[in-house]
């Protein structure tokens, strides 16, 4: 089945640090892929995906690149700041029909202190 | 204008009683999910319809009974309620069941059974 394994938190980094956040998964077919931000006490928002290898997603100065060779879709920031402080998911979409669902990581937690 | 959203988002309830979850899309999407966070926050989905129908059916308890009067709408109704069905919920809409269709989160609705 499909499985999304990313990086254990909690993860802390002073502001305008680099960010990494690994996330690889597995799958059949051709999976769609996102990343979505928790911040505290709210509701899930996607931040990127990609749909196809290759493809980047890009958005508020995060990037995420679809790898099919390394199986791979980290999240990536050149200079956090203390608001990107949230959990950040990533997740995978089946290939679509009566089965098209999110299956999630288990959620990195960032914090980003001043 | 909220595109998802639930009602209600936070609710506190004993053990044993019934209680309804809301969910209202403004989207024009066809398909509607609801997906549980658990206390460590790990996100799994839960029911999908699509069209009013019922399409993916998660192993949950017999408790838990979803209904779409409509494509706009998908309640979730939980009878005898348990300690352990505290928890967030989310409800969540895409424009179908297609490879790569972003999947948009309401807000949540913490429920707290005690």
């Known amino acids: 089945g499909n499985s999304v394994t990313q990086m254990e938190g909690p993860v802390t980094l002073s502001e305008e640090a680099f960010l990494t956040i690994n996330c690889t998964y597995t799958a059949t077919g051709y999976p769609s892929l996102f990343w979505y931000v928790q911040y505290p006490g709210e509701g899930l928002q996607l931040l990127l995906k990609?749909?196809?290898?290759?493809d980047k997603g890009s958005n508020k100065g995060f990037e995420a690149t679809y790898r099919k060779e390394t199986t791979s879709f980290h999240l990536e920031k050149g200079s956090v700041q203390v608001s990107d402080s949230a959990v950040y998911f990533c997740?995978?979409?089946?290939?679509?029909?009566?089965?098209?669902?999110?299956?999630f990581g288990k959620g990195t937690l960032l914090t980003v202190n001043p | 204008d909220t595109a998802v959203s639930q009602t209600p988002k936070y609710l506190v309830t004993q053990m044993g009683n019934d209680k309804s979850i809301k969910c209202e899309q403004n989207l024009g999407h066809d398909t509607m999910y609801w997906y549980k966070q658990d206390s460590k926050k790990f996100l799994k989905i839960m029911f999908s319809y699509n069209n009013k129908e019922l399409i993916i059916n998660e192993t949950v308890p017999n408790r838990f009974s979803p209904k779409s009067p409509d494509k706009a709408h998908l309640n979730l109704h939980i009878n005898s309620l348990e300690l352990g069905d505290s928890a967030v919920y989310f409800c969540?809409?895409?424009?179908?069941?297609?490879?790569?269709?972003?999947?948009?989160f309401g807000e949540g609705s913490w429920l707290t059974v005690v």
């Open positions: 990609a749909t196809k290898a290759d």
């Open positions: 969540a809409s895409s424009q179908g069941p297609n490879s790569g269709n972003t999947i948009y």
């Open positions: 997740a995978l979409a089946n290939s679509g029909g009566s089965n098209y669902k999110l299956t």
